[in-house]
Structure formats: structure tokens, C-alpha cells
């Protein structure tokens, strides 16, 4: 049985999460506006590290919740009160392989809405609004020479 620290290791060490807007109405996002962010998960693993364990991960998805500055325009494949799940195209994940999908949002409120002034929003924290949490889900094998893989469910947390 692998521990929660070693599976934490691998996890930090090999699968890598990324997301970026790649898509929005104006210069800025306003309330009530579309816009879209690109969610891209790597497989770090070295494949010719000599000694090293090739990690595979398969049924790679992720689930996200919504905050209250934003809502999911995109359907996922089931909702529950802790997210919405949405799989990645490409289900498994090789050493130095990666996937992206694109996940639709709507703009609900910005920190003005709260009572922030304008100027400490922009200057104190820099006008961002959370728009979700999300949670990478993933098996991984660990598959060393030819003995038997190794298989474990993880989750990664965004915060």
C-alpha cells in the first residue's frame, strides 16, 4: 500500500495542471460576458529517466465548482453538490504527454459587487475574482521493468 505522503510525491512531482482565458468579449471580463479557459494537464514523467518508475494516468478528468463570481456555461459528463465533472479528451496520460479542454464560463459578479472600491480592488489584489475550485482526478500505474503495475485512485487540489 502506497502512503499518503509517497502518492502526495508523485503527484507533485509528475502531473502538473495549467489553465489560461483563452477567449473573452473585451479587454477586460464584465459581468454577464462569456469567456473561456483552457485547462491543460501534463504527465511530467521522464520516459528515459533510467531507473525511474513510467507513470500512466488514466481516466484523467476534472471536477470544478462554480463560486459565486461565476457560473459553467459547458456541460460535464454529472453535477453533484461538490462539482461538475468534466473529463479530458485524451483519458490517458503517458510520460510526457498532456491534454487540454476548454470549459465555458459566465461572469456573475465582480468584487465591486461587494463593496470594494474600485482602487482597492486594482491595487490591493490586483482586481481577481475567484472563479472556481478545482480538483484533478486521476489513476495512475507505476510501471517498473516487467513486474506488475502498481495502481492507485489520487485527487490533486487546486488551492
Known sequence: MTSFAA?????????YLTWEIVSKEGSQINVNEAFTVRFTIENKADRD?????????????????????????TRGTRTTTRGTVFPFPQQ?????????????????????DEGWWPWV?????????KIADVRIYA????????????????EIDSD
Open 92 to 112: 490517458t496520460l503517458h510520460a510526457t504527454q498532456s491534454t487540454s479542454m476548454d470549459i465555458e464560463f459566465k461572469a456573475e459578479r465582480n468584487m465591486a
Open 49 to 73: 529517466a533510467l531507473g525511474s518508475p513510467h507513470l500512466i494516468f488514466e481516466n484523467v478528468h476534472l471536477r470544478i465548482k462554480p463560486t459565486d463570481y461565476a457560473s459553467l456555461i
Open 7 to 15: 502518492t502526495q510525491h508523485i503527484l507533485d512531482t509528475y502531473l
Open 121 to 129: 480592488v486594482d491595487q490591493t489584489l490586483g482586481g481577481l475574482e
Open 139 to 154: 489513476d495512475f500505474r507505476a510501471v517498473e521493468g516487467k513486474t506488475d503495475p502498481k495502481s492507485l485512485n489520487v
